[in-house]
């Protein structure tokens, strides 16, 4: 048996039985890691120590007879987007590079009470702005797939870590695709529940309106396994949502059979790659045999979506980033001439091109005269997106598109042009704009053997139907058994 192959499920079974324990499972991992973080850099920080303490802590209390949880000995890898107590949190940024939180925050928190073991922190673009993984303060991320190119963004070393199988599962953040692009990218499942499903208590914010914590893992399954721990509420945090957390496992298994699915036009305009179109077109057909019922939706404020998303969540940046300014936490300039100084030097030392950019014209936004031009524009615009989906969902129970217009980019390919990276999110935002959960899941290669990404959208807590139909479509494909083999 390789223990590096074993599903969430068969993995926590054998741990909670006892066939296997929780320290031999961490060092089959650590010694993964090992082996291709040199060439991968999936992760910012490796906790070798502190997972394998985690993971005698409960070889002993299983030894004791105690329940450790449904994610016994479960190796993850946190986004380094997470607050850990004791263990430094840096959001991929130079600000925070020295930053140890002295809490917790509540994703992870509850990962290590199911007794997941936390394997270290996986690198990502600064404060989560960026798909290429390349606005790293930490150096890039590859992909598995093709170490020559970029593992996807924001959460790239997530799903990077996953792919090549450095953790069995994963946590990133969604603000608009960050877990399924990666995810799309390194050929994982990935989902972005409705916002408010998961507690942001203890994630560092991007845009506070569209953040959104969710898993990156290998099936659709274990994907769902981790859901059921994290998601629910939390007093903590005051968007979270009240609602009892679904049953994601059991809907993996349901069946497609008389669900509706939307297939909306805009999502198959030019500038779709071919071969991804014919992937995706193709797991449509299939659902359909399987016997769902295929609907053409339109969503017709598609085409504002890009302007909205990137004017909205600079304005929220721009207010979230206000804090780093040197006196409370973090990098700190050092000898100012003034306030004004250690601000300013503090911050031009501590922030990267893009994060600066986007402070920049967030701050434009919101500026006195301005907000009502754009920033309450932009969120009049998102209303309207909104409607859309509430008004397709009339029609359809989920709507199945691509998670990206293109293939997988090489590195440097794409990171002297901010636009072209930012059209490619054109399928992930609408998304995060109307409040849904969405899921990506491997649909098929490409002829140069690049992963391509199926997402599933679904009205707001309609995870139980997404995890339905991404099931389903698995369950007659191996996409997700292939291992990508690391050229080094
Ligand atoms: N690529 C998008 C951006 O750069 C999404 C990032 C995210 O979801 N965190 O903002």
Redesign the pocket.
Known sequence: MDIVELTVTALAERVRGRQLSAVEVAQAYLARIAELEPTLHAFITVDAEGALAAARALDLRLARGEDVGPLAGVPIALKDIFVTQGLRTTCGSRILADWVPPYEGTPSARLRAAGAVVLGKANM?EF????SNENSAFGVCRNPWDVDRVPG??SGGSAAAVAGRLCLGALG??????IR?PAALCGVVGIKPTYGRVSRYGVIA?ASSLDQVGPIARTTEDAAALLEVIAGHDPLDATSLPQPVGRYREACRRGVRGLRIGVPAEYFAAGLDPEIETAVRAAIDQLAAQGAEVVDISLPHTKYAIATYYLL?TAEASSNLARYDGVRFGLRAARPRDLRDLYSRTRHDGFGPEVRRRIILGTFALSAGYYDAYYAKGQRVRTLIRQDFSRAFERCDVIVVSTLPIMVFKLGERLDDSLQM?LA?IYTISCNLAGLPGLSLPCGFSRQGLPIGLQVLGPPLGEEQVFAVAGSYEQAHDWHRRVPEVRR
Do not use: I, K, R, V
């Not at 989560?128 to 798909?131: I, L, N, V």
């Not at 953040?173 to 960050?178: F, I």
């Open positions: 673009d989560a702005m960026g798909s963004g924001s953040t969604d603000t608009g695709g960050s692009q991007f969540c930012y999110d």
